[in-house]
């Protein structure tokens, strides 16, 4: 049976307007993908009113909590003792989000008792992986 952990968090959307703007963001892990964490954007977060999830490794939201980290697409670093900045960047454009770190880390805490660092690879079960990835999952 896989486990799966959510947790709401508070984010700000950092822009040029006098002030930042709240957004809705929920992270959710799944032992099924023990590499990966999902941010989660609900419809009105978003600007084409669909909801958008970003996916990216568990180990770098780790990593960005002590020392800036990431290149590519998503990038984490620590901005003071209680914050936490996430740049996701895509075609459209970027997005610079301020998060609480203790949100962060109560997240990779729960998501570190369901499947702890270092354990990714024995928790990923590669035959039923396989068999979806070619259409042939068995029940």
Known sequence: MSSTIEQSVRARLISDAPHSLAVPVVLRY???????????????ACLNDTGVTWTFARSL????????????DVHVWPCGRVQTMIELRSPEGVALLQLDTAGLRRFLVRSYATVPA??????????????????????
Do not use: K, Q, S
């Open 118 to 139: 270092g354990n990714e690879a024995a928790a990923l079960d590669i035959e039923r992986a396989l068999a979806a990835l070619l259409g042939n999952a068995r029940g």
């Open 30 to 44: 799944c032992d099924t993908d023990p590499f990966a964490v999902r941010m989660v954007f609900p419809p009105e």
């Open 61 to 72: 939201l780790d990593a960005g909590l002590r020392a800036p980290a990431g290149d590519g």
